[in-house]
């Protein structure tokens, strides 16, 4: 089971240490942070495995505001997150710009969580599964089956919101992503530890894509223990 958390623009350096110090994950479970880029040397001093939140597919250039994986690596950080809905819909980032982020992170050495989800108008005008495969698609024609790419299934009408898709909804979805690619498969969209337990017990859901519950150590932990004990249930 793999738990990451994701802090999006919250947590600065010294918020970042002063978490991740008091925070012990428990055994039989991985455990990713995504805190913002100015955190990443505070959270990687720290021993835990550190993704970016997003990540350059040029080793370098003129691209104002962007960090190349070299740079990532550089700094002891161990993978990015790319094509996160908040970076799709509000940076207006395409299908290919999310795939070669994940192609040359993966490339450089870098871990990759690819995220993939439809917006509540394509759930509800049937769209579900054609935006799922062209995301998808795109990120396995870019990438393939790499060992050190992890999808993630967020239904942009989930996060952050409160509404979670069922369990069912969210194995169905998990399902039809595996058979594009075959790759782990983390479920995101307000994740919390009240519905941790029947989610993680999906035999499909590998992991989980935390936002705002991460941002708490208290929830972020009960969450990474469910995970354990899941993952024990599981064999
Ligand atoms: P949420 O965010 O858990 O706050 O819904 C998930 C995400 O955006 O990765």
Do not use: F, K
């Given at each position: 089971m793999l738990i990451a958390g994701n802090w999006k623009m919250f947590k600065g350096p010294g918020e970042t240490r002063s978490f991740l110090e008091s925070f012990e994950p428990p055994e039989g479970v991985d455990v990713i942070v995504c805190p913002p880029y100015v955190s990443l040397a505070a959270a990687v001093e720290t021993g835990r495995t550190v993704y970016a939140q997003n990540v350059h597919w040029e080793?370098?250039?003129?691209?104002?505001?962007?960090?190349?994986?070299?740079?990532?690596?550089?700094l002891g950080v161990h993978g990015a997150l790319v094509g996160h809905s908040e970076r799709r819909q509000l940076f207006g980032e395409s299908n290919e710009m999310v795939a070669r982020r994940a192609r040359t992170a993966l490339g450089a050495g870098l871990g990759v969580?690819?995220?993939?989800?439809?917006?509540?108008?394509?759930?509800?005008?049937?769209d579900t599964d054609l935006v799922l495969k062209i995301q998808v698609e795109a990120i396995a024609f870019a990438a393939g089956a790499h060992e050190k790419l992890v999808l993630a299934y967020e239904p942009v009408w989930a996060i952050g919101t409160g509404q979670t898709a069922?369990?069912?909804?969210?194995?169905?979805?998990?399902g039809f992503i595996k058979d594009i690619l075959d790759r782990p498969v983390l479920y995101g969209g307000s994740v919390k530890p009240e519905n941790a337990a029947e989610l993680l017990a999906q035999p499909s859901i590998d992991g989980a894509l935390v936002g705002g519950a991460s941002l708490e150590p208290d929830s972020f932990a009960a969450i990474c223990r469910i995970a354990?004990?899941?993952?024990?249930?599981?064999?």
């Open positions: 080793p370098n250039g003129a691209y104002t505001g962007e960090i190349a994986p070299e740079m990532l690596l550089e969580i690819a995220c993939v989800g439809e917006t509540l108008e394509q759930r509800e005008s049937g069922t369990p069912a909804m969210a194995e169905e979805a998990h354990s004990a899941s993952d024990r249930e599981h064999g």
